[in-house]
């Protein structure tokens, strides 16, 4: 059996996979280990959950497995993912669980977990939580049962926590914006968010019925919100995922900007306000080249890590560096927040904006992406690619054609058994035919 924790918590389908009585014992064993670290009051824990029908359920074993081992439960009903972690820190919660699958269809589920201060486990905690999960629970009794209670300002004051992270004196008057909300978490909170912060809004996909959530529109559907924003003629569009950790945009013309373009906006932004810490922006090897090319340009330098948001945020936290994020649109604002913040990410951007007097093309022209193509190779075995001479040699040759105008990545998978062959290059066809020639190579050799 592999690890139960993932990049981003633990998912699955959800009642096969991902059961009551699962998310009931890591609820419990959760507390318990957390408690441990700190025996002097009794634990508070903050629940939240997207839309998706299966979260009802989830969430009352999570409430119950909490409230078993003596935890005391605010239920914050439907919030976005960063919601739950900056609540955690603002009510001085010692943990805090958010069911979610993020982008994933409707039947999938997922329990996310935040550490005190809204940060997420380090893997040594999500560990120990794995190895004691069934273990026996010295279940309290009587008094010592943990109570459950809803938080019904919950939206207020992460809204508030939104306006105030906007740069003082900003209004996003005069900016039309379309948001695609994906059906999830932020169908309520992101449209309040940005009217309060002064833009027209006009929100899409932000009626959930438990149903709805990603199905073809947000963040991995960005057809739907560039229709919209052509049709309307605003400014931009802002697309989130179903629990709004991420953010995409589009141009007023419709044209994509992803994570590694707004990450690029931003670190000009906030180097221009003397917050972009050591002038260092913290990224995945994911991230496209032009992101580092641009970057270099102007005396950004650019830390990278492994894929996932907790790797990026864990280089934030060691180097107390203040922007970083991935190309796939999760972006921390570390002065302002402890895991990637979809909301947040959008009214910095508006913001840069409006401060600016430029369309957002014009800011995103900063970087040129190099076309990058990706291609799964499925392998009996990813260790004896890992350790082929023969593939070291084909991608040394590869490296060799581009002579630094491109870039070659092989990364095997954390959940699958395939490699992943990575190629950018100045054009598209290049990079098609290097990554074909790569990926046989590594289907030969496995």
Do not use: W
Request: charged share 20%; net charge negative; aromatic share 2%.
């Amino acid at each position: 059996m592999g690890r139960l924790f993932g990049t981003d918590g633990v998912r699955g389908l959800a009642n096969a996979e991902l059961t009551p009585e699962l998310g009931m014992a890591l609820a419990a064993t959760a507390a318990r280990v957390l408690a441990e670290t700190d025996r002097s009051h009794r634990p508070l824990a903050v629940v939240g959950r997207d839309p998706r029908a299966s979260g009802e359920m989830l969430e009352a074993a999570v409430t119950a497995g909490l409230a078993s081992a003596g935890a005391d439960v605010l239920r914050v009903g439907v919030v976005p993912t960063p919601a739950v972690a900056h609540l955690v820190a603002d009510l001085g919660a010692d943990l805090g669980v958010m069911i979610s699958a993020s982008h994933n269809p409707m039947p999938d589920n997922g329990i996310k977990l935040f550490a005190d201060g809204g940060h997420k486990l380090p893997d040594a905690v999500e560990d120990a939580i794995e190895a004691r999960l069934y273990e026996p629970l010295d279940r309290p009794t009587g008094a010592q049962v943990g109570r459950v209670r809803d938080l019904a300002d919950a939206g207020r004051r992460y809204l508030g926590h939104l306006l105030g992270a906007l740069p003082a004196g900003t209004s996003l008057d005069g900016v039309r914006v379309v948001v695609d909300c994906a059906n999830g978490g932020a169908s309520a909170l992101a449209p309040e968010a940005y009217r309060r912060a002064g833009a027209e809004v006009l929100a899409i996909h932000a009626e959930p019925d438990g149903l709805n959530i990603n199905d073809g529109c947000g963040s991995t559907h960005l057809d739907q919100v560039a229709d919209a924003v052509r049709e309307h003629r605003a400014d931009l569009g802002i697309a989130h995922d179903g629990d709004a950790d991420r953010c995409l945009a589009v141009t007023a013309e419709g044209e994509v900007v992803d994570g590694d373009q707004i990450m690029a906006v931003l670190a000009l932004a906030l180097r221009e306000a003397g917050e972009l810490t050591a002038d260092t922006l913290v990224t995945t090897v994911m991230s496209n080249l032009g992101l580092h090319l641009a970057m270099k340009e102007v005396g950004v330098t650019v830390r990278t890590t492994a894929v996932g948001d907790r790797y990026v945020l864990e280089e934030l936290r060691a180097g107390g560096y203040a922007l970083g994020g991935e190309q796939s649109g999760h972006l921390v604002l570390a002065r302002h927040a402890t895991t990637g913040d979809g909301l947040l990410t959008a009214l910095r951007l508006m913001a840069r904006m409006a401060q600016s007097g430029r369309t957002l093309a014009e800011l995103a022209a900063v970087m040129v992406a190099l076309p990058q193509v990706l291609v799964n190779v499925a392998v009996a075995d990813k260790a004896s690619v890992a350790a082929s001479v023969r593939v070291r040699e084909a991608v040394a040759e590869v490296e060799a054609e581009l002579a630094g105008r491109g870039r070659v990545l092989l990364r095997p998978s954390g959940t699958e058994q395939v490699v992943r062959v990575m190629v950018e290059a100045p054009s598209e066809g290049v990079a098609e035919q290097l990554a074909r020639r790569l990926a046989a190579v590594v289907g030969a050799v496995s």
